[in-house]
């Protein structure tokens, strides 16, 4: 069964700082991935997503993740924290096939410090 | 594009009475729209998925009787929690995709219930 593996509930960097949240997959076949935040009270938006083909894929806001199938991980990275990114962040993984269903890792919350 | 709006964005009701929440693909068309429930500091966890003019297909564990999904349109999908009780207060969420755009979905604002 396929699972998402979120690393630390809450991540603190401080503004201009390196951003990482981790993220590792569960699959017998490398699913698509994707992370999303979700600011207070919001639905989710897409930062990013893996499907085929570039494995360090860029999104918007600055972030981008890297695709590692050997070490079944799809981190997010951002070289410099702003302080309107502190939200939450999800990623999500899908099976290719056609059960289009996401599942969620457990989230991190961001907090950037001044 | 690709814009999901949910309706109400906060509803306040009664214990027992039923309460239903509207999601609706504003520019494009849904070819499956989902359901998922939200509590406090947790992920999302999918409850139902539905395609236009079909039954929903429920996930272990959600009660297909009280939380009633009606999808009448490629742009439109209810959620009805009926007979409502404070045990399902929580931010309900909707999302739809697009067939060829590999399993992408698109969400909505999510909806706060509150059950008194």
Request: proline content about 4%; some cysteine.
């Amino acid at each position: 069964a396929q699972s998402v593996t979120q690393l630390g509930s809450h991540v603190s960097v401080s503004e201009g700082a390196l951003v990482l949240l981790r993220c590792n997959y569960s699959s017998s076949v490398p699913p698509y991935l994707f992370w999303y935040v979700q600011y207070p009270n919001q639905g989710l938006q897409l930062l990013l997503k893996y499907t085929t083909g570039a494995t360090l894929v860029k999104g918007i806001n600055g972030f981008e993740a890297e695709f590692k199938k050997s070490e079944t991980s799809f981190h997010l990275t951002k070289p410099s924290a702003h302080m309107s990114d502190a939200a939450e962040y999800f990623c999500a993984g899908s099976t290719r096939d056609s059960s289009y269903k996401l599942i969620f890792g457990s989230g991190t919350r961001l907090l950037v410090r001044p | 594009g690709a814009v999901v709006s949910q309706h109400p964005s906060r509803v306040i009701c009664k214990s027992g009475t039923s309460v239903k929440i509207e999601c609706r693909s504003l520019d494009f068309q849904a070819t499956t729209m989902f359901w998922y429930r939200q509590f406090p500091k947790q992920s999302l966890m999918l409850m139902a998925t539905s395609n236009e003019g079909s039954k929903a297909t429920y996930e272990q564990g959600v009660e297909k009787d009280k939380f009633l999904i009606n999808h009448a349109s490629l742009t439109l999908s209810t959620l009805t929690v009926t007979s409502a009780h404070p045990e399902d207060s929580s931010f309900y969420i909707c999302s739809g995709d697009v067939a060829g755009l590999n399993n992408e979905q698109f969400f909505g604002p999510g909806t706060r219930l509150t059950v008194l």
